[in-house]
């Protein structure tokens, strides 16, 4: 069985192509100011004409979400409640639904409509996800506080948890890693978790941003590197 994992982030593309759980092909594409102006997409048609595959399944990382509790149906409100947190131009993005049912929680989130039409255009069977779903139905957490952070490039996600309680989740499209620990602290002490009582745990491209977390590493007394992504090992596809 041919499956084609595809990862969608503020700048970027990874796609890998996996046979009965074997990683065929793994690459990522990054825009830089040297990129032209299409791209990803024109990537995205090189990966999608590669061969036939029996399924593909797409996760974005794109900052266009909101949380709401599990049940919650107003699906009409999703534009607006993301709205709050993003600027959203409708005739461009596809509404989705992720839900996680092990905290009771459901997110709306925005796929660019090109995208997701040349996806589907394949007739392959597709599966859609939410970064921010699939990030937390993978962490395993006990009943302390915890921050659990993804880190990408130029992104990082990342959630709190309190006594097996989803507190927070965020999203953040920054160039600096200095700016990742700045809105990782200063979410720290709006919600009032302590530094030397918070346990911290580190995921995805933990090398890549070795700043960020030697910088962290200067302020908390406990961190773990959970999971560092290496080649045909990536953290959200894996």
């Known amino acids: 069985m041919n499956v ?94 992720s839900v996680n049912k092990k905290f009771g929680i459901q997110f709306y989130y925005t796929f660019p409509k090109k995208f997701y039409k040349k996806i589907k255009e394949l007739a392959f069977p597709v599966h859609f996800n939410f970064s921010g779903e699939r990030f937390l139905n993978s962490i395993h957490h006990k009943s302390k506080k915890e921050i659990h952070i993804n880190l990408y490039h130029h992104q990082c996600e990342f959630f709190a948890i309190d006594n097996k309680k989803l507190i927070l989740y965020n999203n953040l499209d920054v160039n600096s890693e200095v700016d990742f620990l700045y809105f990782v602290m200063f979410t720290l002490s709006k919600i009032g978790f302590g530094i030397n009582e918070t346990n911290f745990f580190a995921y995805g491209e933990t090398t890549e941003n070795e700043t960020f977390i030697s910088e962290l590493q200067k302020f908390v007394k406990n961190l773990k590197i959970v999971f560092d992504n290496i080649p045909t090992k990536n953290f959200i596809l894996n």
């Open 4 to 97: 084609l994992n595809l990862l969608f982030t503020k700048d970027g593309l990874i796609y890998q192509i996996v046979k009965n759980k074997s990683i065929l092909e793994e690459k990522s594409y990054f825009v830089n100011e040297e990129s032209p102006e299409n791209f990803i997409d024109e990537k995205l048609d090189e990966v999608l004409l590669k061969q036939r595959f029996d399924e593909i399944q797409v996760i974005s990382a794109l900052n266009h979400f909101t949380l709401m509790p599990e049940g919650f149906s107003e699906h009409d409100a999703g534009y607006d409640l993301i709205s709050y947190n993003a600027h959203v131009e409708r005739e461009n993005e596809e509404l989705m639904l």
